[in-house]
């Protein structure tokens, strides 16, 4: 599986961002997709997943109510939207993809290359 992250950007806080994934090969819909981030000086982090139907999602504490991750089988895509955007959100932002649950950073075999997202106070 590749993916290809798109719609990072410079946002003020309080805005709204929304991240797509697209994703190659015929077996995307067998496979959990998640978006992760990592922030400058900081280990890498689960931000949200989503399981092979759509049906189950995961969140991080510090974005539920104000993230979500869908996906859409028929394109090969996923998508973050993210509204009320906050300085601490700052970071880039990955797609992955996990044969398991997605629940946890371990859990991703596959990885895109990153968007930036970078919130101003």
């Known amino acids: 599986v590749q993916l290809q992250a798109s719609g990072g950007g410079l946002v003020q806080a309080g805005g709204s961002l929304r991240l797509s994934c697209a994703a190659s090969?015929?077996?995307?819909?067998?496979?959990?997709m998640g978006w992760l981030r990592q922030a400058p000086g900081k280990e890498r982090e689960f931000v949200a997943a989503?399981?092979?139907?759509?049906?189950?999602?995961y969140y991080t504490d510090s974005v539920k109510g104000r993230f979500t991750i869908s996906r859409d089988n028929a394109k090969n895509m996923v998508y973050l939207q993210m509204n009320s955007l906050k300085p601490e959100d700052t970071a880039v932002y990955y797609c992955?993809?996990?044969?398991?649950?997605?629940?946890?950073?371990?859990?991703?075999?596959?990885w895109g290359q990153g968007t930036q997202v970078t919130v101003s106070s």
């Open positions: 090969g015929r077996t995307f819909s067998s496979y959990a």
């Open positions: 989503i399981n092979w139907s759509g049906g189950t999602t």
């Open positions: 992955a993809a996990s044969p398991y649950s997605g629940s946890s950073l371990g859990e991703y075999i596959y």
